[in-house]
Structures are given as structure tokens and as C-alpha cells.
């Protein structure tokens, strides 16, 4: 049966991750298909219809923030690790 | 300090796990991470990851080659062409009901190998630069031409310095040709087992009488051959599964310890046997509690059975050397170590891709006996063979132990640019994994006896599972 429950809510974004926001929206509307997400400025609003918690959803959209800026920040080591390894 | 980037997950028990690219990991809190993202970390936070050679000064400094030298060790490195699959026959003397690849009746013909197929394909195998080999003999039933398998065999001893064979063989009927065949000590023997006698019967046998005649070989290829030359795989149906402590035994019983617990293949006919809703998350159910079945087992006999496939990723989390296993390496190319060639001289890839083909789905065919391997297919093919800039793959902690499997995906999806969370292949690895872990960080003596046991190791340390508390 599917879960029909229903919550709006905010996700605040501090600044420094601002600049990842977009690219943590992709990822969370792939992980839950079932929810709308939108970015309003700084922060993420949720509207929620996957039977998921408030908390869960939360954690898993600043996770996702949490991953772009990684991945953004540590590309060029990673650019630079697989170069030096496959150089002939 | 440069800190290498940290994928994070967080555990069914609410735990968080951390991994590196070079598969180095370790388990933290909530906290830890807060203060990873935002720069913030500790000195604390430092030094372990420091003293965990996840971080370095300088490119090229000492912690960056050595990182650089354990992410290499975890690649998969393309080696000369030593194994070939073959395939002699498509004809087979039982009809299973899940069976993969659409078998031929015993007495069909046009199913064998032509003279012009076997001179292809021993053309190809003298090809090789050697100087090993391993063949495996599939079906159909390989015994069914032994004559064949006596030819490639011949032909593989003279050829290369060392040569090893497996029969796929069903062991129904054997006859004293057959005997022979597999009396050589370069010879050994897969066959199926389904657990015990009666779920055997109900999935392969049919028959009272059909299924004595398999016990009965099975009890004289125990007697006659020395451990280690017979290895069994059962196939389990998860809408029916066997009496998994029935399993072991049987297993044990005839000597093998190891057990490789296969779920219903999907490419190739049973796609269309019904398993039910949520087959997934049923089998990764039936997976997780058959682990956790084994270590109680273990412990309680002092005799360590294994799951192999669990095995091989726990070794994968753990070691290097677990870099060449066809069902789990990165990167997985197509046709560079291993290719499968089928009754009709086809090349495949794999496998898995030959029963795809063979249903009509897609030609993974890669070229024949008689034109060689068409490289341009086996380059598409190459261009989604690993995982390491996958969208969501970089972002798993478990990226540096997994794999990735196209053909599953054209299988199930008809396309290969699926989410990866969304695919079959993912849905049961993060499931493999997540109970790896659970395991690794248990702290109850049987489940460390069983991981030294798998593992291969005197036995279990709590550093090989490290905690930043």
C-alpha cells in the first residue's frame, strides 16, 4: 500500500555549501522520487510523500550536500592519483 | 595536510562507515563527519587519519605514493588471454526447469561443434601467447562429446606449459569414456547441487530414478577423486529455497566445504519463471540470515564451510589479491583475459552474454572462430567496465571492493546508464557489503573464528576493522 503521508518542510544550508546545492538536488530527487524537492536561496524545501521521516530525509539531503563538495574539492586529486598510476 | 577523499555510508545499525579510494576504511561518528565536510577536523581527527594513511603532504610525497600504490593493487589489470569457456555442445540429457540457456534435447542435432567450429577453435586456443591455460567445459552437457573434450585437451597439453580443465558436467551419466576424461589430475569437476535430495529432485531430477543416478555418480566421484577436485554450486530458487542446514550437510557430506549461492539466473530463459515481488530484497534477506546461519554452524561443528561469494568480498575489503574474479573486479574489460565460445563458434564476452543472446534479447555475439574477436563491439562494451567516475559509485564507501556488471544490465534494464542504486547489481553488492561490514566489526568469538577461517588469517585482530572514536 503506498504511504500517502505528507510533510513540507526546510533544509538550511550553511553558505559555505551553497555552491553544491544544485548538484545535491539532482542526486536527492533521484534517491527519493517520491518527494519534491526546490531550491528557495540558501536552503532546500522538502515536500515529502514517500513515507520517509522528516529526520531522514533531512540527513540524507545534507548528506548529499556533504558528498558534491567532497567530490568537487578532491577532484583534482583524484585527477592527478589516476595520471600518475596509468602514465606510460 | 591534504586528506584523500573519504566516501562515507551509514550502516543498518546506524553506524557511519568511512572508505577511501584505495579501499582503506574505518568507522566514525556523525560528529567526525560534520567536521570532515566543513574543515573543521580535529587534531585528533588528523592524526588518525594520518596514522590511517589517509592524507598527505605533498603530490608524491611518501603517504601519496604509497596511497598510489595501494589504489593500483586494487585495480583489475588486463592479463594475456588464459581462460576460455567452452562450449561443445548445446544438447543435454536433463531438462531443468530454471535451466539458462535454452538446452537442446539429448538427441537434437546441428547443437555440436562441426569439424570446422573445432579447427577454429583450436586455431584460436594456438594462438595464445600462453603460458597457462584454463579451460572450462560448459553446456548443454560436455560429456555428451567427450571426444571433443579429449581433442582440446590434447591439443591444450601440447600447446602450453600449463594446462588446467573443469567439466561443467551435471554427472548424470557416465559412462567409462567419460571416466577417463576426468580421472587426469589437471582435471576437476563442477557440478550442481541444489541442497538436498529433495529440492535436487524437484529442480533438476524430476525423477526417482534420475536422481539416484546423479547420487550415485556424485558418491563415486567423492570416493575415487582427492579433495579439492569436485566443487558444487547450488541454484536456489527464493521462492522456494532449500533447507539451508540440509544444504550444508549434503555439502559437507560429499566434501565441500565451499558453497557458491546463486540466485535464479536472469539472463538467459528462467527470466521468466514468477520468483514473486521483491525478489531482491527477499534473496538479500535469504543471503544475510544463510552468513549468519554458517558462522552458528561453524562454530558449533569446529568445521569452517563458506559462502564463496561472501567470501570473495570480505578478501576484497580486506587483501589485495582478490583482483581477478569474473563476477567482482574494477575494471571489468570484456574479452582481455577470458571469452566464452559457444557451440556454434560465436565469441561471447561472457557467459551471461551468451544467454542473453541466445534468448533473443541482444547479440553480445563479439565475432567467431573463423573472423577472430570484433574488437569495436568488445570497445562499446569496455566503455561502462568500471566504476570509478560512476555518478553515484564515487560517492559509495563501497566503490573500491565492488564491480560493475553490464551485461546484467542490459539483461534486466535493456540499457546500461541506470541509476546505480536502481539496478540489480548494486541493490544485492550494497546488501553483500553492508553485512560484510556488519560482520567485520561483530566482536563475538564465532563470527571472528569464521572471518580468520574465510579469510585465511591465524586469527582475528580488532585493527583490521578500526574505529575513530
Not at chain 1, 555549501?17 to 527519493?32: C, G, K, M, N
Not at chain 2, 601440447?158 to 554427472?171: A, G, I
Not at chain 2, 514468477?274 to 568445521?303: C, K, P
Amino acid at each position: 500500500m503506498t504511504d500517502t503521508t505528507e510533510s513540507d518542510f526546510v533544509v538550511d544550508i550553511p553558505p559555505r555549501f551553497h555552491e553544491y546545492l544544485d548538484a545535491a538536488l539532482l542526486r536527492v530527487q533521484v534517491i527519493h522520487p517520491g518527494c519534491q524537492f526546490s531550491r528557495s536561496g540558501c536552503a532546500i524545501s522538502v515536500r515529502a510523500r514517500d513515507g520517509h521521516s522528516e529526520a531522514q530525509i533531512r540527513k540524507t539531503v545534507l548528506h548529499a550536500v556533504y558528498r558534491e563538495k567532497i567530490y568537487a574539492e578532491t577532484l583534482g586529486m583524484r585527477q592527478a592519483l589516476v595520471a600518475a598510476v596509468t602514465a606510460r | 595536510m591534504n586528506v584523500w577523499p573519504l566516501k562515507f555510508r551509514e550502516l543498518p545499525d546506524g553506524s557511519m562507515l568511512f572508505s577511501d579510494d584505495a579501499g582503506r576504511f574505518f568507522k566514525a561518528d556523525d560528529g567526525f563527519l560534520d567536521r570532515y565536510a566543513t574543515d573543521e577536523l580535529s587534531v585528533a581527527d588528523r592524526s588518525f587519519l594520518k596514522e590511517g594513511s589517509h592524507s598527505f603532504d605533498r603530490e608524491f610525497d611518501l603517504p601519496w605514493t604509497s596511497f598510489a600504490y595501494r589504489w593500483s593493487q586494487r585495480q583489475s589489470r588486463p592479463e594475456k588471454m588464459n581462460y576460455v569457456i567452452l562450449v561443445p555442445t548445446l544438447r543435454c540429457n536433463l531438462a531443468c526447469g530454471y535451466c539458462q540457456v535454452s538446452r537442446a534435447p539429448d538427441s537434437a542435432r546441428g547443437f555440436d561443434w562441426s569439424d570446422e567450429t573445432l579447427a577454429g577453435v583450436l586455431l584460436f586456443l594456438g594462438g595464445l601467447e600462453g603460458p597457462d591455460i584454463k579451460v572450462e567445459f560448459q553446456g548443454g552437457e560436455p560429456l555428451l562429446r567427450v571426444d571433443l573434450l579429449e581433442t582440446v585437451r590434447d591439443f591444450c597439453r601440447e600447446k602450453f606449459s600449463q594446462s588446467r580443465f573443469v567439466v561443467c558436467t551435471n554427472l548424470q551419466k557416465l559412462d567409462t569414456r567419460a571416466w577417463a576424461f576426468l580421472d587426469a589430475d589437471d582435471t576437476f569437476i563442477s557440478t550442481s547441487l541444489d541442497g538436498d535430495r529433495t529440492t535436487h529432485e524437484r529442480q533438476r531430477t524430476h525423477d526417482d530414478n534420475v536422481t539416484d543416478g546423479f547420487f550415485r555418480n556424485l558418491e563415486q566421484a567423492v570416493a575415487r577423486y582427492p579433495k579439492g577436485k569436485i566443487s558444487a554450486l547450488p541454484t536456489v530458487d527464493v521462492a522456494n529455497p532449500p533447507d539451508f542446514d540440509a544444504l550444508l550437510d549434503n555439502y559437507e557430506r560429499y566434501g565441500i566445504r565451499s558453497v557458491y549461492l546463486r540466485p535464479i539466473n536472469h539472463q538467459g530463459f528462467a527470466r521468466k519463471l514468477d520468483q514473486g515481488d521483491n525478489v531482491l530484497a527477499r534473496w538479500n534477506r535469504l543471503h544475510s540470515e544463510f552468513i549468519d546461519l554458517l558462522i552458528a554452524r561453524n562454530h558449533r561443528t569446529g568445521r569452517f564451510m563458506e559462502e564463496y561469494y561472501f567470501t570473495q568480498c570480505l578478501k576484497r575489503v580486506l587483501r589485495f589479491d582478490t583482483n581477478n574474479h569474473v563476477d567482482i573486479r574494477n575494471p571489468n574489460f570484456f574479452a582481455s583475459d577470458y571469452v566464452v565460445i559457444d557451440y556454434d563458434g560465436r565469441f561471447y564476452p561472457t557467459d551471461e552474454a551468451r544467454m542473453l543472446s541466445r534468448i533473443g534479447r541482444i547479440d553480445l555475439g563479439i565475432g567467431d572462430v573463423a573472423t577472430g574477436i570484433d574488437q569495436r563491439k568488445v570497445e562499446a562494451l569496455n566503455s561502462g567496465a568500471f566504476n570509478h567516475f560512476d555518478p553515484d559509485c564515487i560517492h559509495c564507501a563501497y566503490q573500491p571492493f565492488c564491480g560493475t556488471d553490464v551485461v546484467d544490465d542490459i539483461s534486466r534494464y535493456g540499457r546500461i546508464d541506470v541509476p546505480r542504486p536502481d539496478t540489480w547489481f548494486c541493490g544485492r553488492h550494497l546488501s553483500l557489503f553492508d553485512k560484510a561490514f556488519e560482520v567485520l566489526y561483530r566482536k563475538d568469538k564465532p563470527t571472528r573464528a569464521s572471518l580468520a577461517a574465510w579469510l585465511g588469517v591465524a586469527a582475528w585482530d580488532d585493527g583490521m576493522a578500526p574505529v575513530h572514536s
